[in-house]
């Protein structure tokens, strides 16, 4: 009894020395949830070097490769001051991507030069509601000239040059020493097809032995028959830009020079080829509408020198030789560039140098440079050429030369 006792009494008394727990939720404590810890910000390697690309009378666009999810922007001006920013915003939104970033700058003066550099920041989403830019990187700053109006000016041709280091590196030499104000990429750029990505940030981006090669110099890119191929061949106008809302043609006043860019297309026609996605008969046949038009710009016309570039050629020494010239591009702009004046049409395609001079009916010269390979083999009859055309206002000189060991295959003066 006395031990039941004091257990009740010892019960009792802590019962009494415990506090009361209020059941009034703001009397409770505060817990603050735990906090995670932000997710570090992106890093990204040193950018590609940039293109200048997508050539227009009053702008280019300028192109870099990332290695991460970014957005970037380019500081330019007239002046090493950078006063001018373009962000390059398509329906309110800037650009963000993981491999490729093109920022179009308009308004430029031709004839200016042009000083710039790339600005490219990292972006992660973590989730759906959460954003982190990393470190801006800025590249260093880059200068081109604008070609525009002028008594004179140079410029240099590439063609079929299929990924090749060796050939990138030797009509790379030839160009920076003939130090041209515009750069030609007439076609056939990619090694056989755009099957992957790699495909093309190889082959624009980062291309061995010629990174950079259009850093400081404008780059004209003339379509090749390669380079609408393979299942990522409708990503190019991510890579080089169109310099029109539409298709790969184009009409410049370089200097003295009237220049044109017909895309000839596929030299494989027909439901049994390529699974019969082509539609190239009507795409000629729309730049024919574009063609006649073209001609009349005063750009064009008033050129002292007139002159196209077209991957395909439109003749070629054996008619019968199908795929090797572009008939029906022959058959559909011929008359119109006769007519319109044009001196000369530069082609590629068919991997061996050929000059064929001014017909009754085709009054212009058809010229075709060599390539892909620094030696002559079965793929490449002749070694890879460089085009060096040199012009003023009387003058028109064209020059064909391999670009590994300089033999001159062709020396031509042209008068306005």
Known sequence: MNNRRHFLQASLAAIAATPVLSTRAQDAPKIEPAQPEPPPAPEIKAPGL??????????????????????????????????????GTVDGLRPFDPRVIAIPLDGLKPGATIHYRTVTAPIDFPNQYKMTRGEPVVSPTYSFNLPGPGSSTKI??????????????????????????????????????????????????????????????????????????????????????????????????????????????????????????????????????????????????????KILFCHIPLRWKDPKSKGSCCSDGDQQWSAVLAKAGVKAVFSGHTHE??????????????ITGGGPQTKSTNWSPTPATVIQLSADEKTLTIE?????????????KLDA
């Open 353 to 366: 140098f050929w000059h064929d001079e001014p017909k009754a009916d085709r009054p212009f010269h058809q």
């Open 50 to 87: 940039p293109m200048v690309t997508a050539l227009r009378q009053d702008g280019v666009s300028i192109v870099w490769g990332v290695s991460t999810p970014s957005t970037g922007w380019v500081e330019y001006g007239e002046t090493p001051e950078l006063s001018k920013k373009a962000y």
């Open 156 to 305: 240099a041709v590439w063609n079929d040059t299929h990924q090749q280091i060796d050939t990138l590196a030797a009509v790379r030499k030839l160009t920076e020493e003939f130090a041209p104000s515009l750069l030609v990429w007439n076609g056939d750029v990619v090694a056989d097809q755009f099957m992957l990505e790699e495909d093309l940030t190889e082959t624009f981006l980062y291309p061995k032995s010629a990174s950079g090669f259009a850093s400081s110099r404008p780059l004209l890119y003339s379509r090749g028959n390669h380079d609408v191929r393979g299942a990522v061949a409708r990503d190019l106008p991510a890579y080089m830009p169109r310099a029109m809302d539409h298709g790969y043609q184009n009409l410049l006043r370089i200097g003295p020079v009237g220049i044109l860019v017909l895309d000839t297309g596929e030299d494989k026609e027909g439901p049994q080829f390529y699974g019969d996605l082509g539609e190239w008969a009507l795409y000629r046949k729309r730049q024919l509408a574009w063609l006649e038009q073209g001609v009349n710009d005063p750009l064009f016309k008033d050129a002292p020198h």
């Open 400 to 412: 064909v030369t391999e670009a590994a060991s300089r033999n001159q295959l062709l020396s031509l």
